[in-house]
């Protein structure tokens, strides 16, 4: 009797122990799956935006090229028409650059690309073309500088790389706004060692938990404004990948949906000698 109910009692202790590990197990591979069926969605996603954003220009260019081929038109409507095919064109060409640049993620900066870059001149020449890209009047994006020497941050790095973060942040700013754009851009370089700039818009707003996740590869918010607006999930990651390289940080701010963003960078930087 008393063997049997030792036998008993050892196997109840066992199962107690074991209870809570197959418990565990299950709530563990259960996080997993959903995480892993999460990251197959945005990758879903994802191709379908970038098969959308390639598929449509060239669509589009082909249209123009067809009815350029096969009708007499006036001058007018010619350059009317080449000037639809450049603007689809820049728009093939961003596509396929921001997943080749998304491509290049944690690469380290190569020695070669470093060259002084005048962060003033940088990011006037980014102002004018999301101006251009989205047909802004004068007004809807300003810009302010608060410089401690009269004279303008330089950053070593890539431009080419600092160019299209802050291209992302200005294009996301105007994308994320509604119908009416009211951006500031402000350039400041009061700490000697260190450039900030913050681009702020009055859109739709982030919500708190979503600040650090907007970041992530291919993530796209999920609430009805955003996702009414066409993206790929890379800009953001872009512009931390590029940050990171050039030894910064990026993040986001917001008081919350429907009222406004601001995106700061700050990047190592240095007077012009
Ligand atoms: P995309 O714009 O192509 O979706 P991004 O990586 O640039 O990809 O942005 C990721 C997400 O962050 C966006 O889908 C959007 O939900 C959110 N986001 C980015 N910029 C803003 C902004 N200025 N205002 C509100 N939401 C933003």
Redesign the pocket.
Known sequence: WVLVNWRQAGLLIVGILLFPLIIAGVVLNTIFLVREIKKNEQHDAFIN?VTHELKTPVASIRLYLQTLQSRQLDEGKRQEFYKVMVEDSDRLLNTIEQVLRAGQGGTRLKHRQLAPVDLRSLVSECLVLTRTRHHLPDGAITYHEALAADTPPRILGDEDDLRAAVT??L???V???GPTVQVDVELEHTEASQATLR?R?Q????APT?LKR??KRF?????IV??R???????????QSVVARHGGKVF?E?PGLGQ??T?TVQLPASLPS
């Not at 993530?219 to 609430?223: F, G, K, M, S, T």
């Open positions: 935006a992302n942040l294009d996301n700013a994308k994320y706004s681009v818009d859109g739709v707003g982030i979503e907007i970041f993530y796209r918010a999920r609430n955003t996702t607006v066409k993206g790929t999930g890379l800009g953001l990651f872009i512009v986001a917001s406004g963003s995106f």
